[in-house]
């Protein structure tokens, strides 16, 4: 922020301009700053020195001097209010606290109202003294430690109250206004230099510097050209970074004196702008660091309970298992750290969405210029295909259409005004400001010059920025994070207890104590599972890869896991649920027909049919649409005209009756009616109703879709509507070339598209001559044989057509006929003579508009919008078709004939972004699964429940699933009503980036998990914060890509039921192998305290529990991570986030097993001391060997909690049997191996002793499956 030397307002004036607003304006103006004053905190894309620095500048350039000195007096006291809450903020430790900028912004607007406005004083003079002093704190801005500017301001605040409530207020002196402990600063500031100074000024209130620029200009010599050799120095106060939609252009302008509308801003302001508004760039995104990764890794809880274990061991002297238990710290660290860095990347991406030049005029000179160098007050110049450099407030547009959807995610183009925006609020819809553009948005079509009013991170996109990062900050544990926490202090506390325990028994036993230590600190190392951090990560790792084979890229590991407990996915429309791009759905024609177009979103024009459902099938179905009775004249309109293929010649024509007693007695031919592709061989033989809307879609259009010879891609150019047409017109091989090429259309002139009209239009020229056969009726049916024997005519004729399409509503106006359904003409050999004929008997063959068949157009507009779809008109007219009268194309635009009325109205045409194959079938899944799908999005809120509605989203018949809500409705309610939302809306429309974050950390509250999918940059701050953030990896943006946990490749939302599948088995597999972990464990745990209670020698030395944790978990622990997953997965409801990782019922089986195996192990352990009388040496290393095998065993017994053994089978998971080979031959090589056994203090075990081992197993196996068979019967679920 640019700092004003204190000597600036002696020696140069500032630089004022006077804007003349009435009262009412001004008060809207201040009433959204006070909305906004009471709304800060809640708003969390306003700061509150930027709602005070926009009351500031209404202050100084519309108030203050007498400009308005009368207000709204209820206006006044909620100002009141919210300065008085503003004032007294402050920052800093207890023995020095000062005020902080904002409540000194606060203080100043409060003496400047105080001084200007009649309505503001009274307000003030009915406050009680307590109450201002208590608000004002001006104790705090006349300490030694202020500045001049606040002295001043608390002078002048004391001097205001005094004077002017001296006895209403009972304010007998300044002493009333400030603590009696703090009048010692008042007492020395009035006695000052600077007090005497201030009795001189006219104005009590001084002048706040704080935001004031001052900048260097050039002179002028005697003949007023500019000298840069004598610069001028100007100070000014610049207007703060607003988008200004409520401003028209003219007060815009003065609110920027020195910005011209032609010869933009002056160079020599740039320097001082830039440094009182900051650079034009994005925040620089955080940068990797190795330590602080390596950092998190070592400070897991788990491994922290693993290096204090190898601490005690090594205060102990027992270096082996230290260096055993630091093997497996070093492990587990290498894994975690080595994924976390390849995902490292974060944020890296918000460098590319900065645009690198732009257009700008200064010094009345159009250059290019970085980016970065921008300002507000710049004067910008958009092209065609530029991307927008800064938030800009558009001053001129011509034809300007601006692609948005990296911000709001509408995939069509927003045509641009220059219209000022009335709202009570700055928090409008970013896809409603249509009169500023948006950095890094991109410019389709037009061109543009509007005045710089936002830069670097007060841009829309700075914002998202900068939300981003502080979602990174704020990234919370997932499911299994917490769970994996949870269980580890669980542990811990049992560590604790059996420390103290074992210890306390061993000195009842008058055993010594430093031994009992010991064997404390065995069961304490027994009690930790080793390879659960290492096995756990090492099965989402496995997790992780499976699902880069389904097309989805896993960025953070721990979200493999949270995928399984998702309960909620909030997911984007366009380009997630729906392809992202245009394609024509249906066409309906004049003569009732419509057509459906398949696969309408490739751009290939072999792909997809054209199906036409005929009128008869339409009238005979019960769910048509009729707002009137159909006549007559209906009923013979109902007769079908299509003979599209020789194939279909024996069900080519239908006639009806006129009356509903010849419909009955004339038999149907059903087969005739049913809906079928059309013949697109030959566009000359279409019924002219589909032949004309054809022509509209295909020539008034300024799209083009081509194959790239050389990379074997269709490529479009131009705007997504008219591409969708241009496909739709090329797939029935009736697109541009087709009329220009073989028919001899040459286009003369065009008026483009406007909001106010809603309509384009194209003028067309036909000249050819050609043969032409008579005909005694201009009406031939199309059905009737082609004898002439009539000798056809060289004429030379002229067809000038003007082609029109547009909003229904709006062309419909300017139509004063339409194509009748009857409408034929006679097919011919010669493809021009049957266009021309066909012009020539349009306005022949077309009827008067009449309500019934306007009420009929606006039916099949109702129809097609309530199902999604943006509606266009289709009409033409004939102008005139004489050779002489063809003149200038400028010439003809003017021409009278040439207005946009008295059109023939000839059909609709429906677009659509259509939903993408397969995710409805996913939607189901996951309703399925419990889980909870919602749509978010910035599009209008009838296409969003559309959409919504076809994939299952929106159920209007079920509560709970129908529910809709607009994202300014969300501004009204407060973050705790939208945690009460009953039922929870299941669609968002017309969302900003900060509903969707609104809408997660609500659904968190809630205490639901929640994913969040999407592609644009609007996504990225909502996916940031989500559990679980899904990006696209096609049509994703890099920034939303690089703040996602998962990348979806293919941009399939079917995708993410694969991986919430993927995530249910990882949680499952892990949860398998916790549950060995801990059995095994737990029997370890409670072998050593039976023995300790029971007075007999420890079974186990620290090391050789160290190795059988290491050899018997953590192999067959892995083989259960990759355990195939279960039939029934996506059948069940997710698992509740806030439950542990263990529940009771499978503590129930841990502890179940664990004693099983305890026991058995006990039993071989007394036998070889009691009865084979073997030495503790050597008993020690038979129940090793015992208690290692029956773990082993029971590794293929934890397959599945309920089912038999026989069941899963031994071979259905090949990884087990080589992990229980693997463990296996370490156990051998640990008891035999000299060296290694003598490290371990093993001993040979002998063959009497692998036959008690065998007899254990087998007793532990029969033990096991009888209780599996017990919870099978009595369907006890775990």
């Not at 919210?82 to 203080?107: C, M, P, S």
């Not at 790239?708 to 797939?731: H, N, R, S």
């Not at 286009?747 to 909001?755: G, L, P, Q, T, Y």
């Not at 039922?983 to 950390?1001: C, E, G, Q, Y």
Request: with cysteine.
């Amino acid at each position: 922020m640019a700092k004003t030397p204190s000597s600036a307002d002696q020696h140069h004036g500032i630089v004022e301009v006077q804007v003349i607003d009435g009262t009412a304006s001004i008060e809207q103006q201040i009433e959204v700053f006070v909305h906004d004053l009471f709304d800060v905190k809640e708003n969390k894309s306003i700061s509150l020195e930027e709602v005070l620095e926009g009351l500031r500048y209404v202050m100084h350039f519309r108030i203050k001097g007498g400009c308005q000195p009368h207000f709204d007096a209820g206006l006044m006291k909620r100002l009141c209010e919210g300065l008085l809450l503003n004032t007294g903020h402050t920052e800093g430790h207890l023995l020095r606290k000062r005020t902080t900028v904002a409540a000194d912004i606060a203080f100043f607007l409060f003496g400047d109202f105080l001084e200007e406005v009649h309505e503001f004083r009274a307000i003030v003079g009915e406050k009680d003294v307590f109450e201002l002093r208590s608000a004002l704190k001006i104790h705090y801005r006349c300490q030694p430690s202020s500045t001049e500017e606040q002295k001043k301001s608390a002078l002048a605040i004391v001097k205001l109250l005094t004077e002017g409530f001296p006895r209403r207020q009972h304010i007998n002196d300044w002493r009333d206004l400030i603590k009696e402990s703090e009048q010692g600063d008042m007492e020395q500031l009035l006695a000052s230099s600077l007090a005497k100074e201030m009795d001189k000024e006219k104005s009590k209130m001084p002048r706040s510097t704080a935001n004031l620029v001052v900048a260097n200009t050039p002179g002028n010599n005697g003949d007023n050209e500019p000298n840069n050799n004598n610069m001028n120095k100007m100070v000014m106060l610049p207007p703060p970074q607003a988008l200004y939609f409520d401003r028209p252009v003219d007060k815009l302008l003065k609110m920027f004196p020195h910005t011209h509308p032609n010869n933009g801003l002056p160079s020599a302001l740039v320097p001082a702008l830039r440094e009182q508004y900051g650079i034009n760039k994005l925040p620089d995104p955080p940068r990797p660091s190795a330590l602080k990764m390596l950092w998190t890794q070592l400070t897991d809880f788990m491994i922290l309970l693993l290096l204090a274990a190898a601490i005690i061991q090594a205060g102990q002297q027992e270096f082996n298992s230290m260096a055993v238990l630091l093997i497996v710290v070093v492990l587990n660290t290498v894994i975690g750290f080595s994924q976390e860095w390849k995902a490292s990347k974060t944020l890296s991406a918000l460098m590319d969405l900065t645009v690198p030049k732009a257009q700008v005029i200064r010094d009345g000179e159009q250059q290019i210029v970085d980016s970065d160098d921008l300002v507000p007050g710049d004067l910008a110049v958009l092209d065609e295909g530029d991307a927008v450099p800064a938030d800009i407030r558009l001053i001129e547009v011509a034809q300007l259409e601006v692609v948005e959807s990296i911000l709001t995610g509408e995939s069509l183009p927003v045509t641009k005004k220059t219209d000022a925006i009335k709202a009570k609020s700055r928090r409008i819809p970013l896809g409603d400001c249509l009169g500023n553009a948006f950095m890094s948005t991109t410019i389709a079509k037009g061109r543009a010059k509007g005045i710089v009013v936002r830069t670097g991170v007060q841009t829309e996109i700075g914002k998202i920025s900068t939300a981003i990062q502080a979602g990174s900050k704020r990234k919370t544990k997932t499911p299994i994070q917490r769970r994996l926490d949870k269980l580890g202090k669980y542990l811990v506390l049992i560590a604790i207890v059996l420390c103290i325990l074992v210890t306390v028994i061993g000195i009842a036993w008058k055993k010594n104590v430093q031994e009992m230590i010991n064997v404390g600190l065995s069961l304490a190392v027994s009690v930790i599972p080793e390879g659960l951090v290492a096995v756990t990560t090492v099965t989402m790792a496995l997790g992780v890869r499976r699902m880069a084979f389904k097309q989805c890229i896993v960025r953070t590991l721990p979200a493999v896991e949270s995928l399984g407990s998702v309960t909620v996915i909030c997911s984007d429309k366009t380009g997630t649920l729906t392809e992202g791009k245009m394609g024509t759905s249906e066409m309906w024609t004049a003569d009732n027909n419509v057509y459906h177009f398949t696969e309408s979103t490739s751009l290939d024009p072999t792909h997809g049919e054209i199906i036409v459902e005929p009128a008869e099938l339409r009238r005979r179905m019960i769910h048509v649409r009729r707002t009137t009775a159909p006549t007559a004249e209906q009923d013979i309109s109902t007769v079908m005209k299509v003979d599209h293929s020789e194939d279909d010649a024996a069900s080519a024509t239908i006639s009806n009756a006129n009356t509903e007693q010849q419909e009955k007695q004339q038999p149907v031919n059903y087969a005739a009616l049913r809906s079928r592709p059309i013949d697109r061989s030959n566009p000359t033989r279409y019924v002219p109703h589909l032949k004309y809307s054809l022509m509209v879609a295909a020539l008034c259009n300024n799209a083009s879709v081509h194959l790239d010879e050389e990379t074997k891609e269709w490529k479009t150019i131009g705007d997504p509507t008219e591409v969708a047409l241009t496909v739709a017109a090329q797939k029935a091989n009736a697109g541009s070339r087709y009329w220009m090429d073989q028919q001899g259309y040459t286009k003369v002139f065009e008026r483009a598209f406007d909001s106010e009209r809603k309509l384009m239009s194209s003028a067309y020229m036909q000249q050819q001559q050609h043969q032409r056969q008579p005909s005694s009726n201009s009406n031939c049916d199309i059905d009737k044989k082609e004898d002439h024997t009539t000798t056809p005519s060289s004429t030379n004729t002229t067809t000038l057509l003007l082609l029109c399409k547009g909003a229904p509503e709006e062309l419909l106006r300017k139509c004063s006929s339409y194509l009748p359904p009857n409408t034929s003409v006679a097919p011919s050999n010669n493809n021009m003579s049957s266009i021309i004929s066909t012009s020539d008997e349009l306005a022949k063959t077309s009827t008067p508009m009449n309500d019934t068949f306007a009420t009929q157009v606006t039916d099949e507009s109702s129809r097609m919008a309530s199902q999604g779809l943006r509606v266009l008109g289709l009409a033409l007219k004939v102008v005139f078709r004489d050779t002489d009268d063809v003149t200038d194309p400028t010439e003809m635009a003017r021409h009278p004939s040439m207005v946009e009325d008295e059109f023939i109205f000839v059909g609709l045409v429906g677009l659509i972004d259509p939903p993408k194959q397969g995710v409805k079938e996913s939607v189901e899944t996951c309703q399925q699964a419990g889980i909870r799908v919602m749509m978010i999005t910035g599009d209008h809120v009838e296409t969003a429940v559309a959409i919504a509605s076809k994939l299952g989203i929106f159920q209007p018949d079920i509560p709970g699933m129908s529910r809709a809500i607009l994202g300014r409705e969300l501004d009204l309610l407060s973050e705790d009503a939208i945690i009460e939302l009953d039922p929870f809306p299941n669609v968002f429309a017309r969302v900003s980036p900060d509903n969707k974050l609104t809408i997660v950390r609500a659904l968190q509250q809630r205490g639901e998990l929640v994913a969040m999918t999407g592609d644009g940059v609007n996504d990225a701050p909502a996916i940031k914060s989500a559990d679980v953030g899904v990006a696209m990896g096609e049509a994703g943006t890099e920034i939303t890509k690089q703040a996602a946990d998962l990348v979806l490749l293919n941009d399939n939302f079917t995708t993410i039921v694969s991986a919430v599948e993927e995530g249910r088995h990882v949680f499952d597999n892990i949860l398998k192998f916790i549950v060995y972990l801990l059995s095994c464990n737990g029997s370890e745990i409670f072998l050593m305290l039976i023995c300790t209670i029971a007075n007999i020698n420890t079974p186990f030395t620290v090391m050789m529990i160290l190795w059988a944790n290491i050899i018997a978990d953590i192999p067959p622990a892995m083989a259960l991570g990759v355990e195939p997953r279960e039939k029934t997965l996506m059948k069940r409801p997710p698992r509740d986030p806030r439950t542990g990782v263990v529940t009771m019922g499978v503590w129930v089986v841990i502890l179940s097993q664990s004693l099983l195996m305890a026991a058995l192990s006990l039993a071989s352990y007394v036998l070889a001391l009691y009865r084979f009388n073997y030495d503790v040496h050597h008993a020690q290393s038979m129940v090793f060997t015992n208690l290692t095998m029956i773990q082993l065993t029971h590794s293929f017994l934890s397959r599945s909690v309920h089912l038999s053994v026989i069941k899963t089978g031994i071979f259905s998971n090949r990884w087990m049997l080589f992990a229980a080979g693997v463990s296996f031959f370490f156990l051998i090589l640990g008891v035999y191996a000299p060296g290694i056994s003598t490290w371990l203090g093993l001993s040979f075990v002998n063959w009497e002793s692998w036959i008690m081992i065998l007899v254990c197993c087998t007793i532990h196996i029969c033990l096991v499956e009888l209780g599996k068979f017990f919870l099978r019967h009595y369907h006890v679920t775990i």
